[in-house]
T-cell receptor, first 111, second 115 residues
Framework: KNEVEQSPQNLTAQEGEFITINCSYSVGISALHWLQQHPGGGIVSLFMLSSGKKKHGRLIATINIQEKHSSLHITASHPRDSAVYICAAFNSGGSNYKLTFGKGTLLTVNP | KAGVTQTPRYLIKTRGQQVTLSCSPISGHRSVSWYQQTPGQGLQFLFEYFSETQRNKGNFPGRFSGRQFSNSRSEMNVSTLELGDSALYLC??????????????FGPGTRLTVL
């Protein structure tokens, strides 16, 4: 069992819908990153979280360290949001961290 | 400002050969990390370098090695290639020391195919 679990694995939405992608982890972590990967492979870092909530435009990310859970929300989804979203958990704040990735959520937003 | 560049973008090798991939970080960034992405295993962390020193290493065999130069450019080497090494190899650079508290800027990746 992967230490970092994402759900759902696949998600299809209509343009304008509110999207939620979940990431749960089984070990204590110091920080969690959300990444976006478009077809062709390019990866963009969306958020770095160690507590609370962050917002960039239509994207919101939350984390609850005690419940070992993070969510990525997309408001007013658009076809250009179609991508794979990956969470990455760091188990330590120092240099000797273990980094574990979720398997990713494939989001397709239809016009 | 130029982004992270990786060369070559595509590479085909045969089993038993060795390969060297290159990563040039964003100017001013001193931390470079490497990742392997396969359909079966997803993304996996290979290693991270800061100021020419390997700071952290993932769970990969010794055939995978890397280094960082004084200009922060990094190379990774895979010796005695196996079919399972076919993957997209990504590098990322960070302004600070890398790790969990710095934003990572990813390159476009090198697609390695081992025949």
């Amino acid at each position: 069992k992967n230490e970092v679990e994402q759900s759902p694995q696949n998600l299809t939405a209509q343009e304008g819908e509110f999207i939620t992608i979940n990431c749960s982890y089984s070990v204590g972590i110091s920080a969690l990153h959300w990444l976006q990967q478009h077809p062709g492979g390019g990866i963009v870092s969306l958020f770095m979280l160690s507590s609370g909530k962050k917002k960039h435009g239509r994207l919101i990310a939350t984390i609850n360290i005690q419940e070992k859970h993070s969510s990525l929300h997309i408001t007013a989804s658009h076809p250009r949001d179609s991508a794979v979203y990956i969470c990455a958990a760091f188990n330590s704040g120092g240099s000797n961290y273990k980094l574990t990735f979720g398997k990713g959520t494939l989001l397709t937003v239809n016009p | 400002k130029a982004g992270v560049t990786q060369t070559p973008r595509y590479l085909i090798k045969t089993r038993g050969q060795q390969v060297t991939l290159s990563c040039s970080p964003i100017s001013g960034h001193r931390s470079v990390s490497w990742y392997q992405q396969t359909p079966g295993q997803g993304l996996q962390f290979l290693f991270e370098y800061f100021s020419e020193t390997q700071r952290n290493k993932g769970n990969f065999p010794g055939r995978f090695s890397g280094r960082q130069f004084s200009n922060s450019r990094s190379e990774m080497n895979v010796s005695t290639l196996e079919l399972g090494d076919s993957a997209l190899y990504l590098c990322a650079s960070s302004k600070g020391t890398g790790g969990p508290y710095n934003e990572h800027f990813f390159g476009p990746g090198t697609r390695l195919t081992v025949l």
